[in-house]
């Protein structure tokens, strides 16, 4: 192989595991954020102890209970004859102190409890479909794939003085959401099984891509620099991506102020596993900058290397229980996804033994040989 043919290989092969990281990087995020149910549950309710959040939910719940149970013509039936032109007025007075009240209701305890349990039940079903399982709790009648809210739409309405037997007087569309037209389902249990696919095939493809783009170049440490570079690059970008992809989407679905700060916070809280992966790439380039610098031959790095290396030479048991004591606090800790699973933290685990050794023979190479200790004479025994 010709050194020119061996150099656009090295970078080709770069670019292709920098390009690989970006979109794998979106695709564990789908996969974390929109197919996993406890990551579900757990969004949902954070969206639901979010103030703009909340407050744009009990804008739509007190819209859903008048849209369907019409309180204007249940007051008329309630009131006196001479007063039933007050009807309307009242109806409409009492929409916004009902939306607080809503919104006071939405922060109990046993409502939060509701709200995960229906949005735990809707995922399941939701993901049933999209497994083409069984679809049961799930109706794809009319040409629709819906989940069924009306569980919570009458707990509140009864709470707010709605009357008895909500459930019976509402219509059977009450609390109905659209997931997907039928003619799209195809379509999306395609893209969750190939999702489901890529989502380790594309980490596998980028750690090979990288490895050999190391393996071939002539001077592998100033490679593997340029990796830990590209990783820090594609985590900046994809916090840039979540931001004007934010403001993009703030900006086409959001009108007024209040609902412009809901659909804000819905898509923080949303994107929130986004912006992990993203300071996860982000550590990892700067680990990889910083064990590379460490390798270098900069003044700085030559004396660290001085400082240590006696204790990598001598006490190499020393090195390792450090090494493997600080890996499992940062394990505890979790400040990556990858740490929070135990195939990440097999993988970082042998991709740090690797580092950390490949690291400590440049150092005890460049150090030399250790000194022989002096073994210390016995005096001899006193004569008998």
Do not use: C
Not at 103 to 131: G, M, S, T
């Amino acid at each position: 192989m010709s050194p020119r043919t061996r150099t656009i290989l090295v970078w080709t092969l770069l670019v292709v595991g920098t390009l690989v990281v970006l979109v794998g990087s979106l695709t564990v995020w789908v996969k974390r954020q929109a197919l996993d149910t406890d990551a579900w549950v757990d969004t949902s309710t954070e969206l639901l102890e979010n103030d703009e959040v909340r407050q744009a939910l009990s804008v739509y719940i007190v819209d859903q209970l008048y849209a369907n149970l019409d309180p204007q013509a249940t007051l008329e039936q309630e009131l006196p004859e001479n007063l039933q032109g007050l009807a309307g007025p009242i109806s409409g007075a009492l929409r916004e102190p009902a939306q607080r009240a809503v919104d006071e209701f939405l922060q109990r305890p046993r409502v939060q409890e509701l709200w995960e349990r229906v949005n735990r039940a809707a995922h399941e079903a939701l993901l049933r479909i999209l497994n083409d399982e069984t679809r049961a709790g799930v109706s794809t009648a009319g040409g629709t794939v819906t989940l069924d809210l009306r569980t919570l739409i009458v707990s509140i309405g009864e709470e707010l003085g709605f009357g008895e037997q909500l459930d019976a007087r509402l219509p059977q569309t009450a609390g109905q959401i659209t997931i997907l037209q039928s003619d799209q389902l195809e379509a999306a249990q395609t893209g969750v099984k190939v999702i489901k696919v890529l989502s380790w095939l594309i980490i596998l493809v980028a750690f090979a891509a990288f490895a050999g783009a190391v393996w071939l170049a002539r001077g592998r440490r100033e490679m593997l620099r340029d990796v830990g570079i590209s990783l820090l690059l594609v985590g900046i970008l994809l916090l840039v991506i979540r931001r004007v992809l934010g403001s993009y989407i703030v900006d086409s679905l959001a009108s007024g102020v209040s609902v412009r700060d809901a659909v804000g916070s819905t898509w923080i809280i949303g994107t929130s596993l986004l912006a992990q992966v993203a300071w996860a790439l982000i550590v990892y380039g700067v680990v990889i900058l910083a064990g590379t610098w460490l390798a270098g031959p900069t003044r700085p790095a030559r004396r660290v290397r001085e400082a240590i290396g006696p204790t990598l030479r001598d006490r190499p048991e020393l090195s390792w229980a450090v090494l493997a004591g600080v890996y499992l606090l940062l394990v505890l800790w979790g400040p990556v996804p990858a740490l929070r699973e135990w195939v990440g933290v097999l993988i970082l685990g042998a991709l740090t033994a690797l580092g950390f050794e490949a690291f400590r023979r440049v150092t005890v190479a460049e150090l030399g040989p250790g000194e022989d200790r002096p073994t210390e004479k016995l005096p001899p025994a006193p004569a008998a």
